[in-house]
């Protein structure tokens, strides 16, 4: 089945550097690629999606990658500010038939310094 | 436009017990799944349904646990006899799309149930 790796598992970056997490995943036939921020105590937040027929995409400071061949996908968080800081989870989805399951990165606790 | 709605937020069984979670979805979805994450962890697949039916639940535990989403009213996950390990934040998300139409890729999630098992 889908496996979804994620790096790092935490970071840490000076407030309005970059912040970039990276991921790998191993089914090919996936092809919707979701990225969730978690705040404590809170459900995931889709925050950014992509899906296979694109190769990049963004939304203001937010931006995704992939690279279908090589099997990654990255977010990028440019200009980071301390509302940033939280948990943030890739994702690989397979849609098939009538359905689409989601596998989940292990995520990586951002942390922008002040 | 509510969004998905879950209770309890906190639910606190004992080793024996049942305990019951419940999932509203957005207004207008009708594909519901369930994940579980454990501390410090990721989300995990657990069951999607969809109204009446179970799609998928090749993420669910063989014994113990078991999902439906009636025709009327929330989504159910029930776990009987719970144990230390249940311990857990469960967590519901809904696709957007009607009961005869394929899902939307997107899943938006609830704010989830923290079960604690003492």
């Known amino acids: 089945g889908e496996n979804v790796e994620q790096h790092p598992s935490t970071l840490s970056v000076q407030e309005g550097d970059s912040a970039v997490i990276k991921c790998t995943y191993s089914?090919?036939?996936?092809?919707?690629f979701p990225w969730y921020k978690q705040e404590l105590g809170k459900g995931p937040q889709l925050i950014i999606d992509?899906?296979?027929?694109?190769g990049e995409k963004k939304d203001q400071r937010i931006a995704v990658t992939l690279n279908k061949t090589a099997k990654h996908f990255s977010l990028h968080i440019t200009e980071t500010q301390p509302e940033d800081s939280a948990v943030y989870f890739c994702?690989?989805?397979?849609?098939?038939?009538?359905?689409?399951?989601?596998?989940f990165g292990s995520g990586t606790r951002l942390s922008i310094r002040p | 436009n509510a969004g998905v709605m879950q209770n309890p937020r906190h639910l606190v069984r004992r080793r024996g017990q049942e305990a019951r979670l419940r999932c509203s979805p957005m207004?207008?979805?009708?594909?519901v799944y369930w994940y579980r994450q454990l501390p410090e962890e990721g989300l995990k697949f657990m069951v999607y349904?969809?109204?009446?039916?179970?799609?998928?639940e090749s993420g669910m535990p063989k014994e113990r646990f078991s999902a439906e989403f009636p025709k009327e009213g929330p989504s159910i996950l029930r776990i009987q006899q719970v144990v230390r390990g249940d311990s857990a934040a469960y967590f519901c998300?809904?696709?957007?799309?009607?009961?005869?139409?394929?899902?939307?890729?997107?899943?938006?999630f609830g704010p989830g149930t923290r079960l604690t098992v003492t």
């Open positions: 998300a809904s696709s957007p799309g009607g009961r005869w139409t394929e899902p939307s890729y997107e899943q938006y």
């Open positions: 089914d090919s036939a996936s092809n919707y």
């Open positions: 992509i899906r296979s027929n694109v």
């Open positions: 994702a690989a989805s397979i849609k098939y038939s009538s359905a689409s399951k989601i596998i």
């Open positions: 207004k207008g979805h009708s594909h």
């Open positions: 349904l969809q109204k009446e039916n179970i799609i998928d």
